[in-house]
């Protein structure tokens, strides 16, 4: 049976963007109509061009109104996370075309009322439906562990660690995360600011609301580990007595105890003094109760026997293959329990 195709435009196309592209460009239910880029390098190249595939006929252009006034049903916003972008979401959404973005806003989020507001008003002016994807904020801190639940007879804790060897799996981040800077200078001054909670705020609610239960607070730690020599890394070099670990853990707190922590472990190899983690990249998902689980989420071992870290690009796919049931979706902010089990498109291409 001929599936329903969806006229795509890719918005953005660095490392989350490109695997999105690729995505849409190779899945035989979706047709690409158009890409956005900033790069002048990349304007007026073609869309195949950009990520090593065939051509497509669609050219890549930096004209935001040209892009707002094409007709199509979804557009995966993926721009730079400098940039604030929820006035261009809203602009796509009242133009009519669906949003898929992991650049935020992440809804529903009680800390982001205004913003919320905004981009609900825009959903009803467009007729279309926001929704946010990622791999965390999104798939490994909300729908994975949410799926365990069902393997659980009784909860005390959900426990997800995000698990990168910066050294083995390369990113831009590296040095505006403050690696190879003086331990004391960064536990004073971390680069995530203790806010960064309520952007991830909303996939905690969702462990939360599955569970049944309130958060009351959510507490804060953050720690350093100092690299024991010089560690280089693809984007510099960290002195030995710098900073060459970082762990940030926030916990959701309900009757009392926690009930949800997340974890981000991020070290540049195993020369760090403290070593919280073998260093494999992954996301671990640990339900404390009856019967205790745990579920590793990682890339298939590559031949230096290692897994690489796939969150960037999983980060797109996690968008692309929720689309058709976006652009099918009641207009509106939607979120997973909106969207129930997704079943994506296209997949299976013999
Ligand atoms: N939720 C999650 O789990 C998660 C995980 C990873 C990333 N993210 C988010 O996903 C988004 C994309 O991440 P990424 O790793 O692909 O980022 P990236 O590699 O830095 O690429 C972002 C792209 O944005 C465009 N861009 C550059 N400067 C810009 C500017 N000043 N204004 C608007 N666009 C600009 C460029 O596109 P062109 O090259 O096409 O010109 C650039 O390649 C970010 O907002 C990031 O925070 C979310």
């Excluded at 926030?250 to 403290?274: C, E, K, M, N, R």
Aim: some cysteine.
């Amino acid at each position: 049976m001929a599936e329903k195709k969806h006229r795509v435009i890719q918005w953005a196309t660095g490392v989350v963007g490109s695997a999105a592209l690729k995505y849409f460009i190779e899945n035989p239910v979706i047709d690409l109509v158009g890409v956005y880029v900033t790069n002048p390098e990349k304007v007026g190249k073609d869309a195949g061009d950009l990520v090593g595939l065939p051509k497509t006929g669609v050219l890549a252009t930096n004209d935001e109104a040209a892009i707002l006034a094409m007709d199509a049903d979804c557009v995966l916003f993926a721009p730079s996370m400098m940039t604030p972008p929820i006035e261009m979401v809203c602009q796509l959404l009242e133009s009519g075309k669906n949003v898929v973005s992991p650049a935020g806003p992440f809804l529903p989020n009680k800390w982001i009322p205004e913003e919320a507001a905004r981009v609900e008003a825009a959903c009803k002016a467009g007729n279309s439906s926001f929704h946010g994807c990622g791999i965390h904020p999104g798939f490994s801190g909300d729908i994975l562990p949410i799926t365990l639940l069902r393997l659980m007879n009784r909860v005390d804790c959900v426990e997800v660690s995000e698990v990168i060897d910066k050294v083995r799996n390369p990113m831009i981040y590296t040095e505006i995360m403050g690696f190879g800077t003086d331990c004391d200078e960064l536990l004073a001054n971390p680069r995530r600011s203790p806010e960064t909670y309520k952007f991830f705020y909303s996939s905690m609610a969702m462990i939360a609301e599955a569970l049944g239960v309130e958060i009351e607070q959510v507490t804060v730690k953050f720690e350093v580990a100092k690299a024991l020599k010089d560690i280089s890394h693809e984007f510099g070099l960290v002195k030995e007595g710098t900073c060459g670990g970082q762990h940030y853990e926030w916990t959701a707190w309900s009757g009392g105890a926690p009930i949800i922590v997340y974890h981000f472990y991020w070290q540049l190899g195993p020369d760090i003094d403290p070593v919280w983690e073998t260093g494999e990249a992954m996301y671990r998902v640990r339900i404390h109760g009856d019967p205790p689980l745990e579920c590793h989420l990682m890339g298939q071992q590559d031949p230096d026997g290692r897994h690489p870290f796939l969150g960037l690009p999983w980060t797109g796919l996690v968008g692309c293959t929720v689309v058709p049931q976006v652009c099918d979706a009641a207009p509106g902010v939607v979120s997973h329990f909106d969207l129930g089990v997704v079943k994506p498109k296209g997949l299976v291409r013999r």
